[in-house]
């Protein structure tokens, strides 16, 4: 019973460990000689003395292999900890012991995957719109960012597309935030069932969202809007009918070697309101003097033709 106990104590108990390590490690050449002398052999000094350095260079070097296993899962935490801060790379590792290492290798193990998992979900948070389920502001700065350097450095087109729900004031006032939270909702899920899937979208105010549309003309881009113009107009949420809900779009086609993101969404954005102030529920567009300016083809006669988008 009390050899049960000291084997549960011993796997359970760093201390225990250690204390063992250490008592056989500095006993072993006391060990030696005992076993030396009961031979019966020559008690020769320098023998002995051999003996005796013999076996405590045998005890360390047991003390030192068996530290250096014990301690082993230990190194092992702080690889995966490096790793993580070092590249955001997750690694896990287990062990089997049941003392204080192997509680403290599962624990921190089980930490860096759990603190992993809630910084990935208060980032998806700080970057989705909670309503509509698309990205917001911030997030849309990030990718669209990304996307304009790729446009510039592969020369490929690049439009946005930045349009407002019209009235939307007008049905939260007379049908309640409940319903205009229901427009919101159809809206995002709307854009997410127009668009293609690289392209990037966002709801940057109440009622205002943005599409970043990568490698794609003023054509294109048009031809997008007005689905979604056309979708919106045909829906029936809550008590509104069938084209109470309708919205205003500006498209813009940029010019990404010399236009920022903010510089494309103000053009965007001046075109939305062109839309508002011809009656809404329109789509107006327009594209960069840069590369308008580059499609311009001889005539007959010295005459020019220009590519213009109109509204």
């Given at each position: 019973?009390?050899?049960?106990?000291?084997?549960?104590?011993?796997?359970?108990?760093?201390?225990?460990?250690?204390?063992?390590?250490?008592?056989?490690?500095?006993?072993?050449?006391?060990?030696?000689?005992?076993?030396?002398?009961?031979?019966?052999?020559?008690?020769?000094?320098?023998?002995?003395?051999?003996?005796?350095?013999?076996?405590?260079?045998?005890?360390?070097?047991?003390?030192?292999?068996?530290?250096?296993?014990?301690?082993?899962?230990?190194?092992?935490?702080?690889?995966?900890?490096?790793?993580?801060?070092?590249?955001?790379?997750?690694?896990?590792?287990?062990?089997?012991?049941?003392?204080?290492?192997?509680?403290?290798?599962?624990?921190?193990?089980?930490?860096?995957?759990?603190?992993?998992?809630?910084?990935?979900?208060?980032?998806?948070?700080?970057?989705?719109?909670?309503?509509?389920?698309?990205?917001?502001?911030?997030?849309?700065?990030?990718?669209?960012?990304?996307?304009?350097?790729?446009?510039?450095?592969?020369?490929?087109?690049?439009?946005?597309?930045?349009?407002?729900?019209?009235?939307?004031?007008?049905?939260?006032?007379?049908?309640?935030?409940?319903?205009?939270?229901?427009?919101?909702?159809?809206?995002?899920?709307?854009?997410?069932?127009?668009?293609?899937?690289y392209d990037i979208a966002a709801r940057i105010g109440g009622e205002e969202f943005c599409l970043?549309?990568?490698?794609?003309?003023?054509?294109?881009?048009?031809?997008?809007?007005?689905?979604?113009?056309?979708?919106?107009?045909?829906?029936?949420?809550?008590?509104?009918?069938?084209?109470?809900?309708?919205?205003?779009?500006?498209?813009?086609?940029?010019?990404?070697?010399?236009?920022?993101l903010k510089a494309m969404l103000t053009v965007a954005d001046r075109k939305l309101y062109d839309?508002?102030?011809?009656?809404?529920?329109a789509v107006h567009s327009e594209v960069a003097y840069s590369i308008r300016n580059a499609s311009?083809?001889?005539?007959?006669?010295?005459?020019?033709?220009?590519?213009?988008?109109?509204?």
């Amino acid at each position: 019973m009390r050899l049960s106990r000291f084997k549960v104590m011993l796997n359970s108990s760093l201390t225990a460990k250690i204390f063992s390590i250490c008592f056989l490690s500095v006993h072993v050449p006391l060990l030696a000689l005992v076993v030396y002398l009961f031979m019966g052999l020559q008690a020769d000094a320098t023998l002995v003395f051999l003996i005796v350095l013999g076996a405590t260079l045998v005890g360390t070097a047991f003390c030192l292999a068996s530290m250096w296993m014990l301690i082993s899962p230990l190194r092992e935490v702080a690889g995966i900890v490096e790793t993580y801060r070092s590249t955001g790379t997750v690694t896990t590792a287990y062990s089997k012991r049941r003392d204080e290492v192997g509680i403290v290798t599962n624990g921190v193990s089980q930490l860096v995957s759990e603190l992993n998992s809630t910084l990935l979900q208060l980032r998806r948070q700080s970057n989705t719109d909670v309503l509509t389920g698309l990205g917001n502001r911030r997030w849309l700065n990030e990718i669209a960012g990304l996307e304009l350097n790729r446009a510039a450095r592969e020369q490929r087109a690049i439009s946005v597309i930045v349009f407002d729900l019209d009235h939307f004031k007008g049905i939260n006032d007379k049908f309640g935030h409940d319903v205009g939270d229901q427009v919101l909702m159809a809206t995002g899920a709307t854009i997410q069932h127009c668009l293609r899937p690289y392209d990037i979208a966002a709801r940057i105010g109440g009622e205002e969202f943005c599409l970043v549309l990568p490698g794609t003309d003023i054509d294109a881009a048009r031809s997008i809007a007005d689905r979604l113009r056309t979708q919106l107009e045909s829906k029936a949420i809550g008590p509104l009918p069938r084209g109470r809900v309708t919205a205003s779009f500006g498209v813009y086609r940029g010019d990404p070697t010399r236009e920022t993101l903010k510089a494309m969404l103000t053009v965007a954005d001046r075109k939305l309101y062109d839309a508002k102030h011809a009656g809404r529920n329109a789509v107006h567009s327009e594209v960069a003097y840069s590369i308008r300016n580059a499609s311009v083809t001889p005539q007959k006669r010295g005459k020019r033709r220009f590519n213009l988008s109109h509204e």
